[in-house]
């Protein structure tokens, strides 16, 4: 009983993740996983090669859309506090 109250206590407060970019790498693995699960409901017959490849190109084009996305943020910030 103890042990569950232990695990309970630990949910009290958010994890703490910063806003460097370095923090930025624990998207990934969500990424990662929303790429694995979407795939796995939109494909009629999952092949392992077509699957792979399908999983690959919808998390690199998550990725470079995000990517791309806080280029154009950074970039308007910029801008706008000069």
């Known amino acids: 009983m103890i042990t569950v109250s232990f695990i309970l206590a630990s949910f009290v407060r958010p994890e703490m993740i910063g806003v460097n970019p370095q923090s930025m790498l624990w998207l990934l ?31 690199s084009s998550i990725v470079i859309f995000m990517i791309i996305t806080a280029g154009v943020l950074y970039t308007m910030a910029w801008l706008l506090t000069e």
């Open 29 to 59: 693995p969500l990424v990662a996983a929303i790429s694995i699960v979407y795939k796995t409901t939109k494909i009629p017959a999952i092949k392992f090669t077509t699957f792979l490849k399908e999983v690959v190109i919808l998390f």
